[in-house]
């Protein structure tokens, strides 16, 4: 199993700044992933953190507003830049215990609520 | 791009009834997982299916792949009050390029 927690765990700011959201893991794990949920809404994933190398993301989403970083195994920050309030959104990360490639089981975060005014 | 439905997108039941909720993809599926999400949680894995045709149990739910591993479905007998949440499925392609969740069946149960 996976103990994960976030910080924050809801902020409100300003359309135009950026806010940094980070991700522990209580042990190592090879596939992190950050995403993206509105209220009421499935999950939709923003990108693969990959330890030691650029973040995989997918269609819709781009490093230059959603930089992250995986120093380690254990650690991530997603990062969302010039703030609009269509951001407004909860954030969660999730490790897969499987490793490489294969998926095995998806523990999350609590989440970050992020309101943008 | 791979898509995953899910039907119903809501469902109310009385306690004691039961629930089914179908997640169907446009693509072959590796592996397909089925996640819960509580009002204002986080989502918890509940099962993993793999093989074609699989058929797994965990007390009141029932979950099964489909043969052609395109689709699955979620099953709860008797419903009680703590089954009410969002039912997620997770698919992950063949090509395990994709990792995509469901649009979500929402069930609610009145006591």
């Known amino acids: 199993s996976a103990v994960i927690s976030q910080k924050p765990s809801r902020d409100i700011c300003q359309r135009g700044t950026s806010l940094t959201i980070q991700c522990q893991v209580d042990?190592?794990?090879?596939?992190m992933f950050w995403y993206r949920q509105q209220p009421g809404q499935s999950l939709t994933l923003i990108a693969t953190?990959?330890?030691?190398?650029?973040?995989?993301?997918e269609s819709g989403f781009v490093i230059d507003k959603f930089p992250i970083s995986r120093p380690n195994l254990t650690f991530s920050t997603l990062t969302v830049s010039n703030m609009s309030p269509e951001d407004s959104s909860i954030y969660l990360c999730?490790?897969?215990?499987?490793?490489?490639?294969?998926?095995?089981?998806?523990?999350f975060g609590p989440g970050t609520r992020l309101t943008v005014t | 791009g791979q898509q995953v439905m899910q039907i119903p997108q809501y469902q109310h039941v009385q306690e004691g009834e039961d629930f089914t909720t179908y997640c169907n993809s446009s693509?072959?599926?590796?592996?397909i997982q089925w996640y819960k999400q509580r009002p204002g949680g986080h989502p918890v894995f509940l099962i993993q299916?793999?093989?074609?045709?699989e058929v797994k149990k965990q007390k009141r739910l029932t979950f099964q792949f489909g043969e052609a591993k395109k689709n699955s479905s979620l099953h709860i007998t008797a419903t009680q009050t703590t089954d009410v949440g969002t039912y997620f499925c997770?698919?992950?392609?063949?090509?395990?390029?994709?990792?995509?969740f469901g649009t979500g069946t929402r069930l609610l149960v009145s006591p």
């Open positions: 693509t072959t599926l590796s592996n």
């Open positions: 299916l793999v093989k074609s045709g």
């Open positions: 997770w698919g992950e392609n063949t090509g395990f390029q994709k990792l995509v």
């Open positions: 999730s490790v897969d215990t499987g490793w490489w490639g294969a998926s095995n089981k998806q523990y």
């Open positions: 042990s190592q794990v090879t596939m």
């Open positions: 953190a990959n330890q030691g190398s650029e973040a995989t993301y």
